[in-house]
């Protein structure tokens, strides 16, 4: 069996780098696979760049200068939505045409239009579409933050100025998402149930074949490594608790900044020793200016795409952190977890599919920098972490590795392609 997917980025980003990793799990597992992407880092040949660089460039500047107009030149919303309305037809590709199933993923910011994905829905191949967010539930938002109009029909969206209307972008491009699934016999696949439960509560996916798949990791490479070698590796204090952030973006809302700051200095405030003996570590981009924000030492790591030493920071933490607002099945906790790495997050999204309470780590309250700090201190004071290690191993061996999630997408696959349509 061939398998294409389709997505965006090789790496940037959580859902390139889900997508590469299960291209890898398949590869390893008896499928045939392959990544189409527009933006290529690595000279890996199982990654193929879309043809015509500065065309796929002038398409991702023309959808965001389109939704800068739609926001009347306000960046405030700009990277949360996204309308799939210029893109690259991929569909006379030799790649596309040696694939068995074409399998989408996170595809937006000028890879493939609407348009596109009709005319890939045209060819007959059989398709599967990895949601990593609830784009393709919604209109135009990637995540709804509390919003409930995707599950009638979007409009008045909160996220457009003045609060949209009842014909506004939302709207538009809802229209053409119905026109786009109507008779498809596309099977979409949710990273967490969660992401499950709101896709099939949308009024856009009605009738649609919907399950949930969690992303893999490799076990091989994110594992236990000893603590003192990897902090003399990464510069890490070698003497003091780290607490780990990690972010694409550490000054991106959704993430939960504030609530660290405030979650440090109430840990800080009820426990003098803190202030002694932790330090927090940051990875990703801007993450210098935490420094200005953090009651606690910060060493900021900046943006590393380095595989083995990111392993390295993660094996030089005590307790990983992630404060985000609204998640899917975030990467990086899975990432800690491999490592024997408990983490500390809200219960939010998929985020309690992952952290057994207690056990890998500890579900705080949502949006409750109180309950977050409570987490930290367990974390850090009171939790076994011998005990808690191998918790966080166990689980990511009977939910992530390779092959359990390897055997769940081909039983999709073939699925699919009992079913696939005719070629018109």
């Known amino acids: 069996m061939r398998v294409l997917i389709v997505n965006t980025s090789e790496l940037t980003g959580g859902a390139a780098v889900a997508a590469n990793r299960l ?15 527009r933006d290529k880092t690595t000279d890996d040949i199982t990654v193929v760049e879309l043809p015509g660089n500065a065309h796929s460039q002038r398409n991702f500047l023309f959808e965001r200068w389109g939704i800068y107009m739609r926001l009347h030149f306000s960046k405030v919303n700009l990277w949360r939505i996204d ?8 569909t006379g590709l030799r790649e596309f045409k040696e694939a068995d199933v074409i399998h989408l993923s996170w595809i937006n910011q000028g890879m493939l239009s609407l348009k596109n994905i009709q005319r890939i829905i045209d060819s007959g191949k059989p398709v599967v579409w990895t949601m990593h967010d609830e784009w393709m539930a919604t209109g135009i938002c990637h995540y709804t933050s509390g919003c409930t109009r995707f599950r009638e029909g979007c409009h008045n969206c909160p996220l457009l100025p003045d609060g949209g209307s009842d014909h506004d972008l939302s709207y538009k491009i809802w229209q053409r998402k119905r026109e786009l699934l109507r008779g498809s016999r596309i099977r979409f696949v949710a990273c967490s149930e969660w992401l499950e439960k709101e896709a099939l509560s949308s009024a856009l996916l009605t009738g649609q074949r919907v399950t949930h798949i969690p992303n893999p990791i490799d076990m091989n490479l994110f594992r236990p490594l000893d603590k003192a070698e990897c902090r003399l590796r990464t510069g890490l204090p070698a003497d003091k608790n780290i607490i780990l952030f990690v972010s694409q973006r550490v000054n991106d809302k959704r993430k939960g900044m504030s609530y660290l700051v405030k979650a440090l200095d109430r840990l800080t405030s009820q426990h003098a020793e803190i202030r002694d003996n932790t330090v927090i570590a940051v990875l990703g981009g801007h993450s210098e200016e935490m420094r200005d924000w953090i009651s606690l030492p910060v060493y900021p790591l900046g943006y590393v795409n380095d595989h083995k030493k990111i392993v390295e920071i993660y094996n030089s933490a005590d307790v990983f952190v992630l404060p985000s607002m609204e998640d899917n099945l975030p990467n990086t906790v899975m990432e800690a977890m491999a490592c024997g790495i408990p983490t500390v997050a809200f219960r939010t999204g998929g985020i309690p599919e992952m952290i057994e309470h207690g056990q890998t780590g500890f579900l705080a309250e949502y949006a409750n920098a109180d309950s977050l700090a409570d987490g930290l201190w367990q974390a850090l004071s009171v939790l076994n972490r011998d005990e808690v290690r191998e918790n966080c191993l166990k689980n990511v061996r009977h939910k992530y590795s390779q092959h359990a999630v390897a055997m769940q997408y081909l039983e999709v696959y073939n699925e699919a392609l009992e079913g696939r349509k005719p070629n018109l």
């Open 23 to 37: 291209k890898d799990a398949l590869n390893n597992n008896g499928v045939k696979a392959k990544m189409l992407v």
């Open 83 to 90: 309308t799939a309305s210029f893109g690259t037809d991929i």
